[in-house]
């Protein structure tokens, strides 16, 4: 499976926030979307990814002040994409390795999607959940004959 197939089926609807935006308008708008990443974007191209994790660390770092700080000092500067032709077991291994719970999905410069770590179990246990079930018929449907000489 690849994740132009993961994008695919998750369909592809994009949040995004200018890093001059403060964090406080970042974290309404991943509140009322349900998302736990917003892709940042500046002159037309992104620039960083923000997701729960750097918004944590902000509010730990600056306290009651941390509504004010801009997206942009927080957010993580050009992070690792993956292109949509990458097979899941590379992207999961990516993933781990750098602890990164959202990847940007990138081809030939424009961005296609985030994908994330839900996503990609999601995918997975679809794709094993098909799997099963056709083994299942396939034994089911086995001839009579092949298995009394088998």
């Known amino acids: 499976m690849q994740v132009r197939e993961i994008l695919a089926i998750k369909g592809v609807v994009l949040y995004t ?39 944590i660390n902000a509010v730990h770092h600056a306290g009651a002040a941390w509504g004010a700080i801009n997206v942009g000092d927080v957010m993580v500067r050009d992070p690792i994409a993956v292109d949509p032709d990458t097979e899941v077991d590379d992207l999961r291994r990516m993933m781990l390795e750098h602890h990164m719970r959202y990847l940007p999905v990138m081809d030939s410069g424009v961005l296609q999607g985030v994908i994330s770590f839900h996503d990609v179990a999601k995918a997975v246990l679809e794709e094993q959940s098909f799997e099963n079930r056709m083994l299942k018929a396939y034994i089911r449907d086995w001839p009579e004959e092949e298995r009394n000489h088998g």
């Open 17 to 55: 926030i200018a890093p001059e935006k403060k964090l406080s308008e970042a974290l309404t708008i991943m509140s009322d979307q349900d998302v736990g990443s917003l892709v940042c974007f500046e002159g037309g191209r992104m620039v960083g990814m923000l997701t729960f994790r750097e918004v």
